[in-house]
């Protein structure tokens, strides 16, 4: 972790913030005065951001994936928070990655499992480690995504990796409800960033990292439980949900070419 940066008064936690999304909300975030504490696994990559160059930037460099280096993270925040008289005001769990099973007969096991990991069992270890050190009144941010609204071809691990963070959210709501932390679960559409630049498919109602941004520091400061954007994709994929599968099933195969499932009973 690097040197102690001047003292602002609200601090936010990042993870993921070396690129796309996280990145955008962390330099947002320093434009507004705020403490950032960026987090990302490279140092070698949040340095060539120069992130750290701006006043009121902080880096933590961990794996998500690794419970030793993340809980190594909370004991070095926790001193840096001690030493800086700082308090952990936000906290934005957002780093994660997106793999596709290609085809589901056979099944890929492994990258399923390395997907899960990294979008959710990660998430545990951060909130191990970053809870603790959270005080009333602050708000923890989990980043899922609109794909928990409808089922996506070749999306089942992605897709169950974010709908696992829905729940992993609505359950942490009911319970830190008593420690007066907000939580709030981030479901985007799609946004430009390395991550859907790999993506073969037509994305729809795709929107900027910085309109991203703008909706999720908005529902954060808002205290919205569920943040979901644009709107206008989101209300639509909800909708859908909302009609007999074999309906959404057509409309979903049709653009994608995937064949529709005749279980009815689904
Ligand atoms: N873009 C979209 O359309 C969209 C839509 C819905 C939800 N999301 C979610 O939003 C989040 C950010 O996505 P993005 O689009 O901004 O993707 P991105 O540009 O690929 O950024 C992902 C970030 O997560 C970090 N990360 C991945 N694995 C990590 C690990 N094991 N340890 C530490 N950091 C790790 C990456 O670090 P490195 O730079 O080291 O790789 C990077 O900073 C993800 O959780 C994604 O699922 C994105």
Not at 29 to 49: K, M, N, T
Not at 192 to 211: E, G, H, I, R
Not at 239 to 253: E, H, N, T
């Amino acid at each position: 972790m690097d040197v102690v940066k001047p003292l602002k008064i609200n601090t936010v936690l990042i993870t993921g913030a070396s690129s796309g999304i996280g990145l955008q909300l962390a330099q947002d975030y320093l434009a507004l005065g705020w403490h950032v504490i960026a987090c990302g696994r490279s140092q070698e990559r949040l340095d060539a951001l120069a992130l750290n160059e701006l006043v009121g930037a902080t880096l933590l460099i961990f794996d998500i994936s690794q419970r030793d280096q993340v809980q190594q993270a909370g004991q070095d925040l926790a001193e840096l928070l001690a030493k800086t008289d700082c308090q952990l005001d936000l906290v934005v769990l957002n780093a994660g990655s997106c793999e596709y099973i290609d085809d589901a007969k056979a099944f890929d096991d492994v990258l399923f499992e390395r997907v899960v990991h990294t979008n959710l069992i990660a998430m545990g270890y951060c909130l191990g480690a970053f809870l603790p050190l959270m005080p009333r009144g602050s708000r923890i941010g989990l980043m899922s995504s609109s794909a928990i609204y409808l089922p996506f071809p070749r999306a089942e691990a992605y897709g169950a990796s974010k709908a696992g963070v829905q729940y992993l959210a609505s359950s942490l709501s009911l319970d830190l409800a008593k420690n007066d932390i907000g939580v709030s679960l981030i479901c985007p559409g799609f946004v430009a960033t390395p991550l859907t630049a790999k993506n073969d498919f037509s994305m729809p109602m795709q929107v900027s990292v910085q309109t991203a941004s703008k909706a999720i520091r908005n529902g954060l400061k808002g205290g919205k439980r569920e943040i979901h954007f644009p709107r206008r994709f989101t209300y639509l994929l909800k909708l859908m949900s909302f009609l007999p599968a074999f309906v959404w099933q057509k409309m979903i195969a049709n653009d994608t070419q995937a064949k529709p499932l005749k279980d009815k009973s689904l």
